[in-house]
T-cell receptor, first 113, second 114 residues
Framework: NAGVTQTPKFQVLKTGQSMTLQCAQD?????MYWYRQDPGMGLRLIYY?????TTDKGEVPNGYNVSRLNKREFSLRLESAAPSQTSVYFC??????WGYGYTFGSGTRLTVV | KQEVTQIPAALSVPEGENLVLNCSFT??????LQWFRQDPGKGLTSLLL?????REQTSGRLNASLDKSSGRSTLYIAASQPGDSATYLC?????????????FGQGTILTVHP
């Protein structure tokens, strides 16, 4: 049972380059989320998708775009990477409804030089 | 805006001790609270999920309590072991305008030495 799978695990980008972080879940969850984790800042929500076909901004959406490709997949795109986007990115999913917890992927460590 | 605070920021204990990690949140309109464990360079592993209507949850040596009205939760770890060394994160799932979204604390870094 894979849970939430993120690719790639590590990436180094030059300033101005673009890339897409991929996330897929096999638990048939409706909701998916992208977080970034930075020292001293904790985990902060970038974007989320409450259900297939919908996306909404979280706490720190600037510089990012997302696509909910289907129920399984939720991608995060950096159009023009900046050093401030150096971080560890986590994807998560949950079932809809108030009572459910989150399942997280293993993360993507991104460095922008 | 929901804010989650974890105390202490770091804790170092000898093996075998019982210990308590604390989590507080400012907005009591939550649906549930989840405790996670994060090992260095790894993802988040869910430990316990407490619904807003519950007072506590137990899993093995772990016990989590929730006092929603006072905005507090504790994670109790019995008979600590070196393998318990990790960062422990508390997260609340909000209601109202924060519907469905998790807000995290900064974490407690736990070191259990032999």
């Amino acid at each position: 049972n894979a849970g939430v799978t993120q690719t790639p695990k590590f990436q180094v980008l030059k300033t101005g380059q673009s890339m897409t972080l991929q996330c897929a879940q096999d638990m048939n969850h409706n909701s998916m989320y992208w977080y970034r984790q930075d020292p001293g800042m904790g985990l902060r929500l970038i974007y989320y998708s409450a259900s297939e076909g919908t996306t909404d901004k979280g706490e720190v959406p600037n510089g990012y775009n997302v696509s909910r490709l289907n129920k399984r997949e939720f991608s995060l795109r950096l159009e023009s990477a900046a050093p401030s986007q150096t971080s560890v990115y986590f994807c998560a999913s949950s079932e809809s409804g108030w009572g459910y917890g989150y399942t997280f992927g293993s993360g993507t460590r991104l460095t922008v030089v | 805006k929901q804010e989650v605070t974890q105390i202490p920021a770091a804790l170092s204990v000898p093996e075998g001790e019982n210990l308590v990690l604390n989590c507080s949140f400012t907005d009591s309109a939550i649906y549930n609270l989840q405790w996670f464990r994060q090992d260095p360079g790894k993802g988040l592993t869910s430990l316990l999920l407490i619904q807003s209507s519950q007072r506590e949850q137990t899993s093995g040596r772990l016990n989590a309590s929730l006092d929603k009205s006072s905005g507090r939760s504790t994670l109790y770890i019995a008979a600590s072991q070196p393998g318990d060394s990790a960062t422990y994160l508390c997260a609340v799932k909000g209601g109202g305008t924060s519907y469905g979204k998790l807000t995290f604390g900064q974490g407690t870094i736990l070191t259990v030495h032999p």
